[in-house]
Each structure stands twice: as C-alpha cells, then as structure tokens.
C-alpha cells in the first residue's frame, strides 16, 4: 500500500533559516511525488512535482529513490513561507495519497 | 491552472437537514472528481471517489448513505450530507484531475465548504 510519512506536524524556523520539510514515502512501483501548499485561508495548491525539477518560490525537492524520501527544502525562509505543506505521492489512476501535513511557521 | 469551484462556501443548519454542496471543473472536463473532509489543523482525509456516469467509491468507514455522491456531468459532482448531525460539522473540498494524456496529471483543489451544524 502506498503511504505518505511527514514526521513533523510543526516547523518553527526563523527568517532566513534555511528549510527543510520531510517527506518519505512507501511504494514499490515508480512513485510521481509532489508538494502542495495551504497558505491561510486559501484553497490547496500545487507547489512543486519532483518530474519537472522546478523551483518554485525558492523551494526545491529532489526524488532520492534509495531513501525514499523527497524532502521540501529552501535555503532562506521568508515569512510568506508560513503555510501547511503536504507531501503527495501520485501512483497512478488512483487518488493522491497525503501526508499529514508539517505547518511551516517562519519567525520574524 | 485550471479552476475548481465550490458551492456554498459556507453554509450552517440545523440538525437533521441535509445540505448540498457542489462541485464545479471550470475549464476543463473532469471524469473523476474526489471529496476530501478536513478538519481544523489536520490533513485532507479523502472521502469517496467520484467517477462520472458510475456510483462513487467510497474509503473505508464512510458512510454511503450519509454521504451521497452524484457526478452527473463531466463538469459537475455533488455532495449530500444527508440528515446532517454536529459531527459532521467540517470542511469539505473537492478536486479533479486535469488529464494530459499519459503521464503527469495534476489534482486542482476547489476553494472548500464550511458545513456548521447546530
């Protein structure tokens, strides 16, 4: 079965410290992992998919199959950054499996 | 990106009513469509799958009669609370997959429903 592990329900970091959100994921086949943002108040949206290799908004998250894992990272948080972050893993024509989410707070 | 919709965006009644929430894919069609509950600090807990022209699929230890699912068009799937209790008090969001052929097909979130019962 396929499973989202994000071991940290609260990040508290401070302005221009670097980030790192955790995500490590279960699945035996070929995994399409992504990270969604809920910024207060606004709907669900997509931040980042580890097959385009984007950054977006600073973030970047790289696919490291031998640890399952596909962490959120960004080098200087921003107070804009504060917002809850899902990890997603994508394993077909099935829904996306959550994590439980890490709320990100950045302290000025 | 493409757009999902949600109507109401909030709405409270009384217990024992029921109450319908919509489900809109803007600009795009939408075969599958799915109902998430979330509730106040906590993660999208996925609810039933709604496929178009078929009955929904439902996750374990939802109730299909009191969460009916309807997905009558490729643009549009309802959800009714039906004899709606306190505890069912929640957010509701819906979402559909924007298909782009094989491969990569991203998940658009509506804006959510707050559902109050008193």
């Known amino acids: 079965a396929q499973r989202v592990t994000q071991p940290e329900k609260l990040l508290s970091v401070f302005k221009g410290a670097p980030v790192e959100l955790k995500c490590n994921y279960s699945y035996s086949g070929s995994p399409e992992l992504f990270w969604y943002v809920q910024y207060s108040r606004q709907r669900l949206q997509l931040l980042l998919r580890?097959?385009s290799r984007e950054s977006i908004k600073g973030f970047t998250a790289d696919l490291n199959k031998g640890e399952t894992s596909f962490h959120l990272k960004k080098p200087f948080a921003q107070e804009e950054d504060s917002a809850m972050y899902y990890c997603a893993l994508d394993s077909g024509n099935t829904p996306l499996v959550f994590g439980k989410g890490t709320r990100l707070s950045v302290i000025a | 990106g493409a757009v999902v919709s949600q109507h109401p965006s909030w709405v409270i009644c009384k217990s024992g009513t029921s109450v319908k929430i919509e489900c809109r894919s803007l600009d795009f069609q939408a075969t599958t469509m799915f109902w998430y509950r979330q509730f106040p600090k906590q993660s999208l807990m996925l609810m039933a799958t709604s496929n178009e022209g078929s009955k929904a699929t439902y996750e374990q230890g939802v109730e299909k009669d009191k969460f009916l699912i309807n997905h009558a068009s490729l643009t549009l799937s309802t959800l009714t609370v039906t004899s709606a209790h306190p505890e069912d008090s929640s957010f509701y969001i819906c979402?559909?997959?924007?298909?782009?052929?094989?491969?990569?097909?991203?998940?658009?979130f509506g804006p959510g429903t707050r559902l109050t019962v008193l």
């Open positions: 979402s559909a997959r924007d298909y782009e052929g094989a491969g990569y097909n991203e998940q658009f």
């Open positions: 580890h097959i």
